[in-house]
């Protein structure tokens, strides 16, 4: 069975690359950030497809994937190593943002056998988000959105992209975005980051607000190897405003690495 017809058996909801599936490459899985979905990669599908089979997939409750969601990054890590396991793909490289980078770093430490590296994007061992948040995304939901992707974008970002991440970002739904924000808030490795054994690469823009510089800066200083790589004129959605270096970085990454 190919990869695409195993992942509409599941009903995980997904895009790929334009050149399918090939065996001689390496799969990078790409996981989204709170309140995302798979279109959140559409810059980098088709661009790292050349050195990779380019998968992004919808978490649970998001995009094409029926829910509930998660409100914890330990349940969102069991829902992909069971993915991981019916795949069965060969040591897959593992690209998150934010919330899908701390859904990684989860999974490189409990089964790091099962992957081949990891990218780290505007991401940090741990992800603290303010109480006015959480209390606002379960009362003014749409009013608190807006607020958060004017955060997530630098200043120099397009209006229109803007517009366009705070109604993806409305779409997900209050239970399930608020739930995502719990489950970063709660979230704390800073202890264990230290143990990951793998390749990694992490990526920040230098005007993130939302996981600043500091939490990569972090992560690259307890992860023995690990790349830093830092993008000017690029808040949090750093693979969106700042997307040429950013798959450049990548490709990269996944070169130097593959088997």
Known sequence: MSLVDKLKNLHVGFMTGPNGHRET???LIMIHGAGGRSLTWQNQLRVLDAVSNTLAIDLPGHGETPGPGKDTISDYTNWLGDLLTRLDLEAPFLMGHSLGGAIVQEAALRFPEQLGGMVLAATGPHLPVAPAFLEGLKNRFEEIVDTIIKYAYGPSADPVLIREGARLMKESGAAVVHGDFLACDHFDRRKDIAKIQL????????EDKLTPPTLAKGLNHSISGSRLV?????GHMVMIENFRPFNRA???FVLDNRS
Request: glycine share 6%.
């Open 250 to 252: 990548v490709k990269e």
């Open 199 to 206: 390749p990694c690469l992490i990526i920040c823009g230098e």
């Open 25 to 27: 490459l390496p799969t």
């Open 230 to 234: 830092l993008l000017p004129s690029a």
